[in-house]
């Protein structure tokens, strides 16, 4: 049974691309290995992650991701069963959340992922990812 999962948690330390780099570099080959699909939103201090795949792998993913001490302040936002994967391209994409962004500040003033119920996370990741701000590889070039 396939589940999506979401959560929002807070950088312990300052957020870089080479941080963000280095957590997904191993992961990418985990997830790929393990059927996990998903995106991970980064920037103004905040981690937003969507995990996709099968409900015992979903769930033993996110227990290890919590006990992650480079974040903290977890929260669940969603989890749902799934018949169908809405981020099925990526092994983890990447998408940046950043408040320089003049597109996020005219959209999503005031957008806090904390109070933010599900269905507005995933309208706001699919925000993201429809303005092209994804920059990780699709599975397919991973695989080729
Ligand atoms: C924001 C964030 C997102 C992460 N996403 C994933 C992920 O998608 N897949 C994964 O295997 N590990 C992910 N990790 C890393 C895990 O927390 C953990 O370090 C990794 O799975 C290795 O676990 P282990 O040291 O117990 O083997 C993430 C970590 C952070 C901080």
């Not at 993913?61 to 994967?85: F, G, P, Q, V």
């Not at 320089?100 to 119920?117: C, E, G, H, K, M």
Request: proline letters at 3%; one cysteine or more; a negative charge.
């Amino acid at each position: 049974m396939l589940i999506r999962l979401i959560y929002v948690s807070r950088a312990v330390d300052t957020q870089t691309r080479t941080l963000t780099n280095s957590i997904l570099h191993k992961e990418h080959y985990w997830n790929t290995q393990n059927d996990i699909t998903g995106v991970l939103c980064e920037g103004q201090g905040v981690f937003l992650q969507a995990l996709e795949g099968e409900r015992g792998t979903v769930t033993r993913l996110y227990a290890r991701i919590s006990a992650d001490s480079r974040h903290k302040d977890l929260e669940l936002i969603h989890c749902e069963s799934i018949t169908r994967r809405r981020y099925g391209e990526w092994s983890m994409a990447r998408a940046s959340l950043s408040d320089l962004d003049p597109q996020t500040r005219i959209v999503w003033p005031d957008f806090d992922p904390y109070s933010a119920n599900g269905a507005l996370v995933m309208v706001r990741i699919d925000a993201l990812i429809a303005q092209g701000r994804v920059i990780d590889a699709p599975l397919s070039s991973e695989n080729g």
